[in-house]
């Protein structure tokens, strides 16, 4: 089961101090990588690394702003060598399409894509110099079906599926995967804050669902971590949701 390792192996995940974003980093951390948890919240990302770090993972925070093009660039000079880019990340302000406010989707474009592009551009020369690597996206099922409220957040999220595909095509030459994972209704604080403004909302989403739960961080961290394993090395150009079958296709 060696190809399941990620021994040796440089991996960022942005918005790693988030509940999602956390699981992820302990995953890659448990498989044997070397993890730069990066978020805006550099506190937050000090407490996961410190607590992976216990458990004798090598982890380290670092500041990241993406919608800062000059905060990306430092963080890309400072990374080293990087393997595996997990952009988990996001922004979501839910609001009618109509009264939404345009400042607010300038700020969705970018952290949702504009700074995952440019991470990828900072960062995967390197990985087809070296042969080996990793594009994980982490997107969203109401962007793939729709979303009430969600009309900006979702075309930003959208976005990242082109993305991810053209990379895949242009990237495959040198052993670079990229893949996009669109977690379903997920139990994390976001999705409580949005159900305490909404009593009964949460209830009616688990039961809209065949596995008749919500997700959790852990059931999204655990595709995210195969797909940046060897054993994954086929699979490219995927988009991938972890939704209990409340999508199928």
Partial sequence: MDDLRLDGRLAVVTGGAGAIGA????????????????????????????RLSRAGAEVVPMLLDLADPASVEDFCSAAGPVDIVVHNAGVSIVEPFLSGDPAGWELMWQVNLRGPMLLTRSLLAGMCARSWGRLIFVSSDGARAGSGGEAAYAATKAGLFGLAKTLAREAARHDVTSNVVCPGPTDTPMLRKIGDAEPGLVDKLAKGIPLRRLGTPKDVAGLVAYLCTERAAYVTGQTLSVSGGITMQ
Avoid: Q
Wanted: hydrophobic share 65%; proline share 0%.
């Fill in 23 to 50: 699981a992820i980093c302990a995953d890659l951390a448990a498989l044997g990588a070397r993890v730069i948890v990066a978020d805006l919240d550099h506190a937050g990302a000090v407490t996961v690394a410190r």
